[in-house]
């Protein structure tokens, strides 16, 4: 059997992401602001911070969908948005993207065929497709329509279309909102059995922070820049706290007290 | 839930190139299956055509040669407003249901993308149109010197073009409200110069410049050759080909409007 690594083109690199001052401008808003951190290969790193923070713009900038980057942003060694990325790199948006009108094998079976199109491959995307609906339990529902499945099981859907294909890279955005918690639980079991047994790296977000300490690495963010980029353990240690949420408040404390002590000598 | 296996041997796929026929027709192929989950669209599309055509013959009872005229005409002109309609909805749903942006983010070609739904849809038109075209010339009496085979090319090229338009109108529409509103906004000032209600040579000088750079009334024109002359005239081809030439320029710009890269 071929080791997968030895697929890869380019050569091996312990970093999956690397950001130097990465800009994002919507419109008049600065969503991003000088963005430098990296993201090391083979690990689960989460991204966390509150809604509107810009956590989607960032994830959306590394797949290469977000327009108007600027900066540098190198995702396995290439350019984010390169051709050659499309392949490696599997992504989940927050609202589930999958067809409704298709059945929970249907749509895997049509993503499956655009990843490793032709007749040759028809076996091997059968079982790509059967292993990743076991994947996200849905077994038992992988002839119900999208559109008739509930809010989890849709989200688990979108889940399993990015883990077709294997990637390198899997950014994932919000995957466990509005689950139960066995089903939470099993699906981190699910990444970082990813993360071990294909060396696969994960970029999460969430804004729970009891699974934040559940990740290998922590990006924290807010108002479009990196507050902290550490391990849960050092984060802990650093701010003196229990557990990744009151570190997180005691980073947010700090920020802001820092920008009004500016404010005022200004 | 199962545990992941080891890594597998997934070569790496090809990249890109303009135009892959795999995934092409598994695009097409998957809008068709999308489609079979609703069957009532389907037969909206097929059937509502040919109640037209009824309609149409016994509106014009008494004067047979009328509905000669304008029953050829509309042969082309159903297929062109359906898939218009049809493909504006169903492009506006990808690109708003977020699909359309994961599948840009993967291997897929605009181009794949956009042929897929040609195809998909060009079959449809296909059938709805051959079914109209049965209908009008061997229950309804239409009266046709040419081809019937030639009436059916008009039809599906007609369909192409609604197609076409279909998916660029999409990209500028935020809704499905806003989408619906586009079709009279470009398929009613085509219908009105078509020379459907009045030869085009009559309307006002200006009217008739516009009307000369309206797809549409190719489309028409084409349509009267089958009806009046038995071979293939030069005037058809030139028709068909400006048709079908107009159909593949939208369908450029069409392409031009599915961006990868989003703000």
Not at chain 1, 64 to 85: C, E, F, S, W, Y
Not at chain 2, 125 to 130: G, K, L, M, R, Y
Not at chain 2, 193 to 202: E, I, K, M, V
Request: charge should be neutral.
């Amino acid at each position: 059997m071929m080791n997968y690594s030895s697929v890869r083109s380019d050569p091996p690199d312990e970093t999956a992401i690397r950001a130097e001052t990465v800009n994002v401008v919507r419109g008049t808003r600065h969503v991003l602001r000088d963005l430098d951190f990296t993201v090391p290969r083979g690990q689960i790193t989460g991204l966390l911070g509150p809604s509107g923070c810009g956590k989607t713009t960032l994830m959306r900038a590394i797949v290469g969908t977000q327009a108007k980057v600027t900066g540098t942003l190198d995702i396995l060694g290439r350019p984010a948005g390169h051709p050659t990325l499309r392949t490696r790199i599997g992504y989940v948006t927050q609202a589930p993207s999958v067809y409704d009108d298709l059945t929970v094998r249907q749509n895997l079976t049509y993503f499956a065929e655009i990843l490793d199109p032709g007749h040759a491959a028809a076996d091997r995307r059968h079982d790509n497709v059967t292993r990743t609906i076991a994947d996200v339990d849905l077994t038992s529902h992988a002839d119900a329509l999208a559109g008739n499945l509930s809010g989890g099981q849709r989200s688990r859907v979108s889940l399993a279309v990015a883990l077709l294909g294997t990637p390198e890279l899997l950014v994932l955005d919000e995957p466990t909102v509005g689950l139960d918690p066995v089903l939470r639980r099993d699906l981190w079991n699910l990444f970082h059995d990813i993360a071990a047994s294909r060396g696969a790296t994960l970029l999460i977000s969430s804004h729970v922070t009891d699974e934040a300490e559940r990740c290998h690495r922590l990006l924290l963010m807010r108002e479009g820049r990196i507050l902290a980029d550490d391990t849960p353990d050092a984060l802990r240690t650093r701010t003196h706290s229990e557990t990744v949420e009151a570190a997180f408040l005691h980073l947010v404390d700090e920020a802001t007290a820092a920008a009004r002590a500016k404010e005022t000598t200004r | 839930m199962t545990t992941t296996t080891s890594p597998t041997t997934t070569p790496r796929p090809a990249l890109t190139g303009a135009l892959n026929l795999a995934r092409t027709t598994t695009t097409a192929a998957r809008v068709l299956r999308q489609l079979r989950h609703d069957p009532r669209t389907i037969a909206l599309m097929l059937l509502v055509p040919c109640v037209m055509l009824f309609l149409l013959r016994y509106v014009f009872d008494g004067n047979p040669r009328t509905f000669d005229n304008i029953g050829a005409s509309l042969l082309g002109i159903f297929p062109l407003i359906t898939m218009f309609l049809v493909t504006s909805i169903a492009t506006l749903r990808e690109r708003t249901s977020g699909t359309l942006e994961r599948l840009l983010a993967m291997p897929l070609g605009k181009g794949d993308l956009i042929a897929g739904y040609a195809l998909a849809f060009g079959t449809l038109a296909i059938i709805q149109s051959a079914l109209a075209t049965g209908l009008a010339l061997w229950f309804l009496g239409l009266d046709v010197t040419g081809s019937p085979w030639l009436l059916l090319l008009v039809a599906l090229l007609d369909a192409l073009l609604g197609t076409a338009l279909g998916l660029f109108v999409s990209a500028f529409a935020a809704s499905e409200f806003q989408a619906v509103q586009f079709m009279p906004a470009v398929i009613f000032p085509q219908l009105l110069l078509c020379g459907l209600f009045t030869p085009r040579d009559n309307m006002h000088p200006a009217l008739e410049a516009i009307s000369n750079v309206l797809p549409m009334s190719y489309a028409v024109d084409g349509m009267n050759e089958v009806l009046k002359h038995t071979d293939m005239t030069a005037n058809f081809v030139r028709d068909a080909l400006i048709v079908a030439g107009c159909a593949l320029l939208v369908l450029g710009l069409g392409a031009a409007t599915l961006r990868r890269r989003t703000a």
